[in-house]
């Protein structure tokens, strides 16, 4: 597995798996754990695996957990979607910054959000499955929302038309009035 740190916040990578493919179709090795901590630099223990399907146009985030922050290893097994990581560590000298990548069946790339992140994504095909891991629990007295289309953090969604958000979503706090981590 490769892994290739983001330029704009070192601490999320981006990986891609060595696919080994043929007539018949295809084989890669979806995670390794040696090679995972390796590529994060320290023993990442995950408790929880999630499998999200959405359709076209559907936004959902930006999603995190204060009192129980949850690091997300993030892949796409169906369609595409437009990815984002949202650093809210207080202190961090990338505090406020997002990075994105396009993740999809296709390309097979992951995504590693730390602990500390924000996560959401939009929804590029007719319709995408998402698998992805988690360090904690979900423990919803725990989550948080921060709008999506926060005028501070400007996050160039790749839209064609106004997005499909849950209630919850619809409701996103300001970046700058949002909880973050200490």
């Keep these: 597995m490769h892994a290739v740190r983001s330029p704009a916040i070192p601490d999320v990578l981006l990986l891609t798996p060595r ?3 043929d007539d018949r179709g ?45 690091g997300k290893l ?3 097994v169906a369609g595409s979607v437009f990815d984002v990581a949202v650093d809210l560590r207080r202190g961090s000298p990338t505090c406020g910054r ?23 994504f ?6 995408a499955e998402l698998l992805y891991k988690a360090t904690d629990y979900w423990s919803p007295q725990d989550e948080r929302c921060i709008a999506w289309d926060d005028p501070q953090l400007a996050i160039p ?10 209630s919850k979503d619809t409701r ?10 200490p």
Excluded: C
Aim: glycine share 10%.
């Design 19 to 21: 696919v080994h493919g």
């Design 26 to 70: 295809f084989l890669f090795e979806s995670f390794h754990q040696r090679r995972f901590d390796e590529a994060a630099g320290r023993s990442v223990n995950f408790v929880q695996e999630n499998h999200s399907k959405s359709g076209a146009g559907v936004l959902r985030g930006l999603h995190y957990q204060l009192g129980r922050p949850q």
């Design 74 to 76: 993030v892949r796409v």
């Design 98 to 120: 997002w990075v994105a990548e396009v993740l999809s069946a296709e390309n097979a790339r992951q995504m590693w959000i730390p602990e500390g992140f924000a996560h959401g």
């Design 122 to 127: 939009l929804v590029l095909s007719g319709s």
């Design 157 to 166: 969604w790749p839209l064609a038309a106004p997005p499909v958000l849950s």
């Design 172 to 181: 996103g706090t300001p970046f700058a009035a949002a909880e973050i981590y």
